[in-house]
């Protein structure tokens, strides 16, 4: 930790002097904090950076016109990405507190805070059982040859070594954070050695042990469970300590994944053939044209927001450790920008590799392109099987996946276990380990069922309902809260006592992004998302009624606290419906820096008081 001083000075000059130097003995004395700023920014960056990254984001880039593709995203990562970034950062670095807390602000929208941590528990289930998925991957490469090369007996003569055999595979796939996941349809395909049937049989009968539908539960998968309950206890063993372990192990998980992503590009752009992969990726074969189509720059939008992670309550989570004087919004700048790069560095490695397959089959390069499981867990590891040395490949592979994987997950459990710290500070205080053990016991438990033989049907299920546009939702209501409630001037003030006074000029584009730009980005996506959702599939097998119906009681569970805790909020106010109103959008006395060397006149007790007694409605209805 940054050392801290035996006393704090009450002279107004000392506490000025300190409260300039980041480091000083001026940050927290009780709640944990990053140890130095390596390893805060690499956690955030472990944490954007994710699965959707790899194994998303260039089948997007392929289908949406290539390169072309990359116009409307980082577009999007300009007029989005990086205003609610930095927006969600700022909130959890200038009060020091998780995803409810952090409401203190404007306690009429407390259930949001409840709505991100319900969205948490729900997606750090099925991303436990991804995670899990690549670590069986990973154990099954320890094989020479490797168990999809070639037809095993558990083929049951339904793929052939001898070439030319028609094959048809129903592919579902996951595409998130980062975690939405997509189908694609049933392709027929000419593959020599029906690759692609061996790989899919394998995932399927394998792997999965998939039954027939949901209606079918089965029992356990075994080797699923174990992978799983070794997932778990990664993620304990990692966050055991807080920020204080997890800290350490980030310098090791979110620096990996890149070595293994420029190892396996160099070695993919020196194959036959990977040079048209790339070229089909961001090379001239690029489509201009798509960018008249409106479904370009929604995917565009969708895939920034969610790998992003925004409106998760993880990016709160992870700034609400960090030093008080940190420049959010140049970390904000650095993290964003490192995720979009890395979409596009993981995109050359897989499309050079993928170009060198479909030279091997001599095929077109839309012949072995795949997303999600698709890519991940069929096309991904043909690929690799056909290069030398090609065990250890796909054991660099999948390792690399359950590394990614494993720094998503570590920073949702951090969001349950800050929650529930900040909650009950005084319980927890000496028991971090064993909340931390918990609730990863508690995780593991409710992921068995997506480890049975209808596990995978439960994890898309999921994914499509409770990962999906709810996201849109919770950020609506998150910069509606803190732009136009709380208010944007007060707001940028509060930054201000962070990073220093900036231009007029400076800010005027961060309030057209906030209020104007962020918010109708935002609803246009919801509504079109909302417009074109169709009821999930798993390739050709359709969920029985009662699990669509479940699938919208997910929805209902995380977004059910907002109105819940308002009416309960409004109940236990007193005075009139409108003095409660005013009441609950205005700041509570708790809402302010977490130190009182950081809290300076504006929130000292007496003006603070003061300040809050001025709220009006009027304020409100102002800024909208």
Known sequence: ?????????????????????????????????????????????????????????????????????????????????????????????FCSQGPINMWRAVPLLQGVGFSMLMLNAVVSVYYNVIVAYSLYY??????????????????????????????????????????????????????????????????????????????????????LALCLLLSSM???????????????????????????I?????????LEGARDGIE??????????????????????????????????????????????????????????????????????????????????????????KEGFGLAFIAYPEALAKLPISTFWSILFFFMLTIVGLDSQFTQIEVITTCLYDAFPETFKSKRALLTIMTCSIIYFLGLPCVTRAGIYWVSLMDQFAAGWVLLILALFEITGFFYIYGGNRFIKDIEMMIGKKSFCFWLWWRSCWFFICPGITVVTLIWSLITFVPPTYGKVQYPVWGLAL?????????????????????????????????????????????????????????HVHEIRWISMYHILVYF
């Open 1 to 93: 930790m940054w050392n801290y001083g035996s006393t704090i000075s009450k002279d107004p000059a000392v506490l000025a002097d300190q409260d300039s130097h980041v480091g000083d003995s001026d940050e927290k004395l009780e709640r944990e904090q990053w140890t130095n700023k390596a390893e805060y920014m690499l956690s955030m960056i472990g944490y954007a950076v994710g699965l959707g990254n790899i194994w998303r984001f260039p089948y997007l880039a392929y289908k949406n016109g290539g390169g072309a593709f990359l116009i409307p995203y980082f577009l999007m990562l300009v007029f989005c990405g990086i205003p609610m970034y930095f927006l969600e950062n700022a909130i959890g670095q």
């Open 138 to 223: 990973m154990f099954a490469s320890f094989q020479s040859p490797l168990p999809w090369s070639s037809c095993l007996s558990w083929a049951d003569g339904n793929c052939s070594s001898v070439p030319k055999v028609y094959c048809n595979v129903s592919v579902s796939s996951i595409g998130s954070k980062n975690h939405t996941l997509v189908q694609t349809s049933t392709n027929t395909h000419t593959f020599s050695q029906t690759a692609v049937a061996i790989h899919s049989l394998l995932l399927s009968r394998v792997a999965l042990q998939r039954s027939s539908g949901l209606d079918e539960t089965g029992p356990v998968v075994w080797h």
């Open 234 to 260: 990664l993620v304990a063993a990692a966050l055991s300590k807080g920020i204080k372990s997890s800290g350490k192990v980030v310098y090791f998980t979110a620096t990996f994944p890149y070595v293994v």
């Open 262 to 270: 420029l190892i396996l590009l160099i070695r993919g752009v020196t």
């Open 280 to 369: 089909f990726f961001i090379g001239s074969k690029s489509n201009l044209t798509k960018l008249t189509e409106g479904q370009v720059w929604k995917d565009a939008a969708t895939q920034t927001f969610f790998s992003l992670s925004i409106a998760s309550g993880g990016l709160l989570t992870l700034a609400s450790y960090s030093n008080f004087h940190s420049n959010v919004f140049l970390d904000s700048v650095i993290v964003t920008t490192i995720n979009h790069g890395t979409s596009v560095l993981a995109g050359l490695a897989i499309f050079s590799i993928l170009g060198h397959m479909a030279h091997i089959y001599r095929k077109p390069i839309a012949s072995v392109v």
């Open 551 to 607: 699938g919208w009681c997910m929805v209902a569970f995380i977004l059910l606290w907002i109105p819940v805790v308002a009416v309960y909020k409004l109940m236990r106010a007193e005075g009139s419906v409108w003095k409660r109103l005013k009441l609950l959008c205005s700041p509570s006395e708790q809402w302010h820096p977490y130190l009182d060397v950081h809290r300076g006149e504006r929130y000292s007790k007496t003006n």
